[in-house]
């Protein structure tokens, strides 16, 4: 009954709550948004109540609320009852936006939320902290005080894909989390009369080293404070929601530093001076009090930015006790009963697959904790400049318009030891200073056991009371002395120069308010990476969008890959442990290498139409190993990109992502215009028959070619990949009548990829008329065999089919090699037919060498030509001849195919015909040539055939 009766009076005060700031509402929907939540509040008290004069008063006020709410949606120009306090107004502060965000980096988010900054920077309002920080004041309320940046939403319309997408992303783990669409109703944290606390059917994984410690799960009220501290009485002992002090959250036995750095920056920010972000993404939440309560029946429901939407994760109060002094989950060290940050964190954990997880880097962390867009800096690359990186950040950060976190790379046992620092660990900024000539960062190591800065100290460092902490000593340190306080040393949060940082540590990671920006357009599609070793410059099956701008401008494009549940035999492998550049299962930090390849954004100058290889962009981001990717750029007004995605060495397998762009004018994000309909393809191979070389060497003609049957007028394009060759490549379009070519002028080409290039190359060619068409794949360099991809894109329907290499289904009948001696123009070798069947004769041009001289190279051959002959003089018949009769100065000389009967050689009277080889030769040319002759027949012993003669008499 006890409990009833509480959770009546919260019912009630929270009803009244939202009457008092209904009647302060300055929007329409505003107003009867808070007149809903108040009528709501006030039918939970009435369920609850059992005495007949408050059940009578609870429904008049009831009915009055849900009554003016009905006048005020009737209303057609509502006005609020009073102004609104506010100190700036919509256009000033877009003003602001505007004026920041060209400087700084941003990102994205589907957000409903309001964030918030402070008018003044935290040096020009000292006394804003205390007022903020105690919630009985009247001045307390933070909207009272701090300008608002309204979170940009994405208008698009999701497609059918796009909601399935979103749907199939929320089952994640062993768990659903269905999207975010409204606050939760207070009846879910009811607890019933004769019902046990709400309690999740999984418990989190814990590593094998939380597991040494664990003791068991435990309900707050009994978690909290740690039992490890009060071992004897827990009288008066209990979880609280909020606390007068500052929060110095740690973290001891669990691995996600990362987590408690982000957790830290937010609340950091705060503490300067401007709103909550985290306390009000936990449910149930007291919109009076502007903090979260205890739930009666130890459900909470907290709201989470991941797998391209806000979500709703479900989480019961049990934490992870330890058995010893150890602590398994983030704790206050100055308040130790502290319940929201234990709850918030286990939220997320539940998300990333449990407690063991190892961290990954704090960007990530905030971007899925508050929704801010994420930003990695690589202060080592070269690019780095300290000046401009201070400039960009430094202001923003006063504002509260961005979070910052800082990340070690691998460091050795002596470079820890001399520097203080641990390897491969998150650290949180908590403030920034210019004193004279030094830029100033307040850094704190989130590890309780964690070592303090310990190289050189800038010479000054803040005194004043603006530091992040103005009642604590320790944080207003001079550049050599530091202070002790509760429960363990201040020596892990330290001043240091701007210029150490970018020396010492790997990573500056960014989380931006995306309120910086007025407009925002999200797209979520799914990419499924059949092979992890794509061609090199090949975007076929990459991702691409369609990007306008009105009126051009700064615009970020933010990347971000969903995570993915794997079987749990395969839970370390999983996306949400495994996500980033560390990874650990030691008991600090995040160390051990990890690669889950990389991922970039490409902008290019292609009106919005896809591309097929990577040849020039505008713009690209860089490439990353973590989930999400960030580019920055200046579009140009009404112009229209295309926006493509990159990949590198991703595992095999179906993703899912979300492409959010930010702008502060209008803009348009939808997938790439696809000019070509139409596609066909086709797998073959190279191989020691087929690789013949590029364009002018013998075997050009034997290399892959295909037949195109162009049914309708249309445009065409032909992209040619190899994965597994990086061999330069090239590809042909030719009048070839759909057969097999072994000749070719330059008037009979009517698309060429142009220079021969590795990995994918590309051909195009518009207004094609209908006809059969034959298409030449080639290497650079002959002998080269591997596998390749033919695909051919159009605007109209075509048919396209390999065509047999040649010779293939044939009888090859390789001849002695042919020689032409000094002084001989023809020669011959007799052909004896033995039955019907189809003769093709191919003559290769080997070798030649001038009188003389032994040079087997540098020599130009003569023309040629080979026919079959029935006797001699200017009687013989000739049976098949090449080019038509004309002589030939190709490589390959060869003739159609044509049937012989044995009965014509009888019935002319002559023993055999005379397969004839003639060149013309000149004092210039050759004195000696030799050349490869095959004859190719489709019957088996069809002929016999002599040895090579002169023929010139």
């Given amino acids: 009954m006890a409990d009833s009766n509480a959770q009546r009076e919260t019912f009630k005060a929270a009803a009244s709550g939202y009457r008092s700031r209904f009647e302060e509402a300055v929007t329409k929907d505003e107003a009867i948004t808070l007149a809903i939540k108040g009528v709501e509040n006030f039918m939970s008290a009435l369920e609850l109540s059992r005495d007949p004069n408050e059940r009578e008063d609870l429904t008049s006020q009831c009915k009055a609320l849900l009554n003016t709410a009905q006048r005020i949606k009737e209303t057609e120009q509502w006005e609020p009852k009073t102004p609104a306090n506010r100190l700036q107004k919509p256009d000033q502060v877009n003003h602001q936006a505007a004026k920041v965000a060209p400087s700084i980096p941003s990102s994205t988010t589907d957000v409903k939320k309001k964030s918030v900054a402070p008018k003044t920077t935290p040096a020009s309002s000292p006394s804003l902290l205390k007022k903020v920080l105690n919630r009985d004041s009247p001045t307390a309320s933070p909207q009272s005080r701090i300008r608002q940046l309204t979170e940009p939403i994405s208008s698009r319309k999701l497609t059918t894909t796009e909601q399935k997408i979103l749907l199939k992303a929320g089952n994640h783990h062993l768990y659903k989390f269905p999207q975010w669409d409204k606050s939760p109703s207070s009846h879910e944290f009811v607890l019933k009369d004769g019902t046990q606390p709400f309690t999740e059917p999984f418990d989190l994984s814990l590593s094998t080293y939380q597991q040494q410690f664990f003791s068991g799960w435990v309900r707050a009220p009994e978690a909290l404070p740690p039992p490890s501290m009060f071992p004897s009485s827990r009288d008066d002992l209990g979880p609280l929601m909020a606390t007068p002090d500052s929060i110095d959250l740690v973290q001891d036995a669990a691995t996600d530093c990362s987590v408690v750095a982000s957790l830290c920056a937010a609340i950091a920010r705060a503490e300067r001076g401007h709103d909550q972000m985290l306390p009000n993404m936990i449910s149930p939440y007291d919109v009076n009090l502007q903090e979260p309560v205890l739930s009666p029946n130890g459900k909470y429901i907290v709201r989470l930015n991941f797998n391209g939407c806000w979500r709703k994760v479900v989480i019961d109060d049990r934490l992870p006790v330890s058995k010893t002094h150890r602590l398994l989950h983030v704790i206050d060290r100055k308040n130790p009963a502290l319940l929201w940050p234990a709850l918030l964190e286990k939220a997320y954990l539940k998300v990333r697959g449990g407690y063991d997880f190892p961290g990954s880097n704090s960007c990530s962390d905030l971007w899925t904790l508050t929704g801010w867009i994420p930003e990695q800096i690589y202060l080592q690359e070269p690019d780095t400049v300290p000046t401009r990186l201070w400039k960009r950040i430094y202001n923003a950060f006063l504002y509260g318009d961005v979070l910052i976190t800082v990340g070690t790379g691998r460091m050795s046992a002596k470079q820890e030891r001399e520097l203080g620092l641990e390897g491969q660990h998150s650290y949180v900024v908590l403030d920034m200073k210019e004193i004279e000539n030094d830029n100033l960062l307040l850094v704190k190591n989130p590890w309780v056991e964690g070592k303090g800065w310990r190289g050189s100290r800038p010479f000054t460092a803040p005194i004043d009371s603006n530091t992040i902490s103005e009642e604590s000593p320790e944080m207003r340190m001079s550049g050599v002395k530091q202070d002790n306080t509760v429960l363990g040393a201040q020596s892990t949060t330290f001043w240091i120069p701007l210029n150490h940082v970018i020396q010492h540590f790997e990573s500056l990671y960014l989380n931006w308010n995306p309120g910086l920006f007025q407009y925002r357009q999200d797209i979520h599609f799914e990419w499924d990476i059949v092979n992890q070793h794509v061609a090199d410059g090949c975007l076929v099956t990459h991702p691409q969008f369609f990007f306008s701008a009105k009126e051009g401008g700064i615009v970020w494009l933010l990347l971000n890959r969903h995570f993915r549940s794997l079987p749990e035999e395969d839970h370390d492998q999983s996306d949400a442990l495994k996500d980033s550049a560390t990874r650990s299962r030691e008991p600090i930090g995040s160390p051990g290498e990890l690669s889950k390849g990389y991922m970039s954004i490409f902008v290019c100058n292609s009106k919005g139409k896809r591309l097929y290889i990577k040849d020039t962009y505008l713009e690209r981001g860089p490439y990353v190993n973590t989930p999400q990717s960030l580019l920055r750029w200046d579009s140009k007004p009404n112009s229209t990109y295309t926006v493509v995605i990159d990949q590198d060495e991703l595992p095999t397998s179906n993703y899912t992502f979300t492409l959010s762009a930010f702008s502060n004018t209008a803009i348009s994000l939808e997938h790439a215009i696809d000019h070509y309909p139409f596609q066909h393809l086709e797998s073959s191979e190279w191989t020691r028959q087929t690789a013949g070389g590029s364009f002018g060497t013998p075997g050009y003609y034997s290399n892959p070619q295909f037949t195109l049957e162009v049914k309708e007028r249309c445009d065409l394009a032909i992209v040619l990949t190899s994965s597994t060759l990086s061999d330069p490549m090239h590809v042909k379009l030719t009048f070839g009548h759909g057969k097999r070519i072994y000749k070719l002028n330059s008037r009979d080409v009517l698309a060429n990829s142009g220079d021969h290039r590795s990995g994918c190359v590309f051909a ?50 390789t001849l002695p090699q042919a020689v032409f001696s000094v002084g001989t123009n023809k020669i011959a070798a ?124």
């Fill in 764 to 813: 195009e060619k518009r207004d094609l008329q209908p006809g059969m068409y034959t298409i030449i794949c080639s290497l650079f360099e002959a002998g080269k065999m591997g596998n390749f991809t033919l695909r051919v894109h159009s605007t109209g329907a075509i048919v396209l089919g390999k065509i047999p290499r040649d010779g293939a289904g044939l009888i090859l009948q």
């Fill in 830 to 953: 007799p052909l004896v037919a033995h039955r019907l069947a189809s003769y093709t004769i191919v003559a290769r041009f080997s070798r030649a060498k001038r009188a003389q001289l032994d040079l087997m190279s540098m020599v130009a051959r003569s023309p040629l030509r080979v026919s079959l002959e029935l006797g001699r003089g200017p009687e013989r018949k000739f049976f098949i001849t090449s080019e038509n009769g004309s002589f030939s100065d190709s490589a390959v000389v060869r003739t159609e195919s044509t049937s012989i009967e044995p009965e014509i050689i009888w019935e002319a009277r002559q023993e055999c015909l005379w397969l004839v080889l003639e060149r013309l030769s000149s004092p210039g040319d050759p004195a000696e040539e030799w050349y490869e002759v095959d004859v190719y027949t489709d019957q088996t012993r069809a002929c016999s055939i002599g040895v090579w003669r002169n023929w010139d008499n």
